[in-house]
DNA sequence: GTGAAAGCGCTAACAC
DNA sequence: GTGTTAGCGCTTTCAC
């Protein structure tokens, strides 16, 4: 028996030395495929450590080489936020079909109270991962300056951190959202309203700015209703306030299509016909699209992209150790169905 | 300036001795909150590491320690299915709860090919991860063979794996599909039929068995449709065929909510009423079972609690380096709606 | 091609 | 209370 070693202890690179009657380097060496070593001395290698058991200890490895092979998705949101964002899943694929490729673990993070939020920093700055894509990050985010500040590289999908050069990779909003809103127009609708959401973050101010920038004159704040949920259930709040206050309301757009789904119910419910009545349209291209009934007319935000990109961008500064690249914008594409 | 290492080098515990004039292993003391270290000696570290901007490598401490001080959460299914699961996100927050409070950091780890699982697998074993809860994996699954083989502090969530005496826990699909079936019976339903989503998964396969049992005598396989899928899309074209099999069908238990949301919707299409031509009932007491219309009755499954649960039975494993214990089944609720 | 040896940054056991 | 020292398991020169 080969294996005097208890069997709590695991095996080291020494073990497999021994056992294939080699040296440390030799069998570092073969671990790491690196050229000069015999086939003799490789296969005697490989062969000691199935006999051993080995595998290598991450810490020690990372210890020296200075390099985790892993990369951290931070996705930082209360949670209830996260479960219904249409989009996190699929930057989430994105990401990950990237980086396995390259090699590389992706380890996602929620961040979901400040106690999270100081463990996260910890964990980044302890060398855990080699970078970070950073989800949906407020400007005076804690973990934004500790990423900034240590030189992490890092790539933040949304919009730009602060004032500094770093990385980051999103869609434009305010175009996206004017562009629709002129599309919800040219179908000749005279008072079109807003359900707003989200508007304490970026995305969603710039979709509100996008809708005044479209209507111009037309714009009548009144016709804005806000409500820091992307939800379903803000939607269907935000419709029944809308009609109130605006009984001869023709056209709507919705800051998500979950929001528009649950204003849709509501224009059902209080007897109203879409889209011959009122006219409404959504942002995301999302699963509720094509579940609304008529088909919701939307923008389409390539979430996956997104993803793919901003894990090339970490990659990318992971290797040349460079400083971070500017941003990137990616188009979006309004897609038009029957709802309006 | 006390700060004579270039930009590149990060400070280690030798330059905050150094800077307050003290040992490496006092240093560490106060580091780790050790007792016996007089309170100048502490001050004098505290404000050398703010000088010198000194983090600790979590690399070198958890070569030492054979610690990380994180937990993984391993989510092994192909990247469709994970986007609409309404309960890995309600698990997620339960487990990143405990574990927060413990002072774990929890990372999620996506399964979505076999170049995926051979690096997980790696990267457990690497000792990233002080412990590990699995999601849905199957029997067959390498990387809950290597977990067990490794003998990894772990939980699994659904269902126990192989014949060893893994730790796990779960719901008992069966006994709750079998008692909301009973319950739909109850309603006076004759001709009932499933869709039964998931039958190449335990839960999917349990909830089948629930139905079949309760229904007895008036089982009839040709009122079952299997979908692998949970999906909405799986409801409605399930419900399809359903109704062109069975046109006298009164009462339909769907695998999931959102099975049961998609064929409502088809029932609704056809010009049946729910409730009174047709009884439905879900599974879940998902975000989709108060959106239907009318309410969907349903089973509530108490996602968060598994998440909670099983991050502390890793927790207990993790401090006691215990052998795993036993499995833990939580109670489920029949939830009962106006759709039956 | 291979071996020997010097660390990587930290903790912990042992002196003092 | 504090300093000293021996590793943790690995990579990586530098000889040979």
């Known amino acids: 028996m080969s294996d005097v070693r208890s069997a709590r202890t695991r095996a080291t690179i020494q073990d497999v030395a021994d056992e294939a009657g080699l040296s440390r380097g030799t069998v570092s060496r073969v671990l790491n495929d690196e050229p000069y070593v015999s086939s003799e001395a490789r296969e005697a290698v490989q062969a000691a450590v199935r006999r051993v058991g080995y595998v290598r200890s991450a810490a020690a490895r990372s210890l020296v080489t200075r390099r985790s092979g892993a990369v951290a998705l931070i996705v930082h949101e209360p949670s209830v936020v996260v479960l219904d964002d249409p989009n996190i899943g699929n930057i ?25 939020s100081e463990r996260v920093i910890e964990y980044l700055r302890g060398g855990f ?46 175009a996206a959202a004017e562009q629709i809103t002129e599309r919800l127009m040219a179908t000749g609708r005279r008072r079109i309203g807003m359900l707003a959401s989200g508007t304490d973050r970026d995305s969603g101010q710039d979709r509100l700015a996008g809708f005044t920038a479209a209507l111009g004159e037309r714009f009548d704040p009144d016709l804005v209703i806000r409500n820091p949920l992307f939800s379903y259930a803000a939607g269907a709040e935000g419709m029944q306030r809308l009609l109130d206050r605006a009984p001869d309301i023709d056209g709507v757009f919705a ?21 011959e009545d009122v006219g409404i349209v959504g942002f995301d291209d999302s699963a509720w699209a094509i579940r609304c009934d008529p ?18 961008q970490v990659l990318e500064q992971i290797a040349s150790e460079s400083e971070r690249t500017g941003g990137l914008i990616l188009p979006t594409e309004v897609i038009w169905r029957e709802s309006a």
């Open 92 to 116: 989430l694929i994105g990401t990950n079909a990237v980086l396995s490729e390259a090699d590389q673990q992706l380890v996602t993070i929620m961040v979901d109270s400040t106690r999270d």
């Open 129 to 174: 991962v080699d970078g970070a894509i950073v989800l949906s990050a407020r400007n005076d985010d804690p973990i934004t300056r500790a990423i900034v500040a240590m030189g992490l590289p890092a790539c933040f999908v949304g919009h730009p951190p602060e004032a500094t050069a770093a990385s980051f990779i999103g869609i434009d909003n305010r």
């Open 255 to 275: 800051a998500s299509d979950a929001v528009a789904a649950g204003a849709m119910d509501v224009l059902h419910r209080r007897g109203r016909r879409v889209p």
């Open 295 to 312: 088909p919701l007319s939307t923008v389409r935000q390539p979430a996956r992209t997104l993803g793919e990109q901003a894990a090339r």
